[in-house]
Nanobody, 124 residues
Framework: QVRLAESGGGVVQAGGSLRLSCAAS????????MGWFRQAPGKESEFVAA????????AYEDSEKGRFTISRDNAKNAVYLQKNNLKPEDTAVYYC?????????????????WGQGTQVTVSS
């Protein structure tokens, strides 16, 4: 059984930083691209970032390039999202997702396994 557990969310002031972590278990983690998505209150889920199985390539939502960095440690079965210069509009529940396919994609339907999410609140 695949399990993804996010951590690292919390309340931070605008301009601050957070590092989200996602611990994976139950499937060979190093085979799969991983992604981060978020959902703000009253809004649809949106893509944040994704990383290839090797960590050599990544994709970001355009508005977040330069502020967010996705990384992974296959030895620890973990993926991370470093978020800098946070803005109130970054407030959302952030979800870690794992796909059983080769390519990095930005579409949530391509990801088969999901965590429960971690809340990030950015105060102004």
């Amino acid at each position: 059984q695949v399990r993804l557990a996010e951590s690292g969310g919390g309340v931070v002031q605008a301009g601050g930083s957070l590092r989200l972590s996602c611990a994976a278990s139950g499937r060979t983690f190093s085979w799969d691209p991983m992604g981060w998505f978020r959902q703000a209150p009253g809004k649809e889920s949106e893509f944040v970032a994704a990383i290839s199985w090797s960590g050599n390539s990544a994709a970001y939502e355009d508005s977040e390039k330069g502020r967010f960095t996705i990384s992974r440690d296959n030895a620890k079965n973990a993926v991370y999202l470093q978020k800098n210069n946070l803005k109130p509009e970054d407030t959302a529940v952030y979800y870690c997702a794992q796909r059983s396919g080769a390519r990095v994609t930005t579409t949530s339907n391509d990801y088969r396994y999901w965590g429960q999410g971690t809340q990030v609140t950015v105060s102004s």
